[in-house]
Nanobody, 126 residues
Framework: QVQLVESGGGLVQAGGSLRLSCAAS????????MGWFRQVPGKEREFVAA????????VYADSVKGRFTISRDNAKNTVYLQMNSLKPEDTAVYFC???????????????????WGQGTQVTVSS
């Protein structure tokens, strides 16, 4: 069992930056592949970015590629999402999630992730 707590959301103007953090409990954080997802009311939760156990492999949604960067610090049990050049369409609740399966492949579908945080609101004004 692992608990995930996101922080760092807020209100920012278009073109600005935010850094989200997700702190995980437990001693096995380094064995989880981690992902960030986002959701707006009335829409399905969508994949944003994910990172491998060691952090050497990352995957991004096309909509955020080149603007967002996912990273992790296994010593601190924390995964980050640096968001630059934010756009109004990035407005959403952002969730971090942990994939506890032993497969190497980083996956994008929400149902395969085992643990979820409560989410943090990101609002980008135009």
């Amino acid at each position: 069992q692992v608990q995930l707590v996101e922080s760092g959301g807020g209100l920012v103007q278009a073109g600005g930056s935010l850094r989200l953090s997700c702190a995980a409990s437990g001693r096995t954080f380094s064995s989880y592949k981690m992902g960030w997802f986002r959701q707006v009311p009335g829409k399905e939760r969508e994949f944003v970015a994910a990172i491998s156990w060691s952090g050497d492999t990352t995957v991004y949604a096309d909509s955020v590629k080149g603007r967002f960067t996912i990273s992790r610090d296994n010593a601190k049990n924390t995964v980050y999402l640096q968001m630059n050049s934010l756009k109004p369409e990035d407005t959403a609740v952002y969730f971090c999630a942990a994939d506890a399966t032993p497969y190497i492949t980083i996956r994008r579908l929400p149902p395969v992730y085992d643990y979820w945080g409560q989410g943090t609101q990101v609002t980008v004004s135009s």
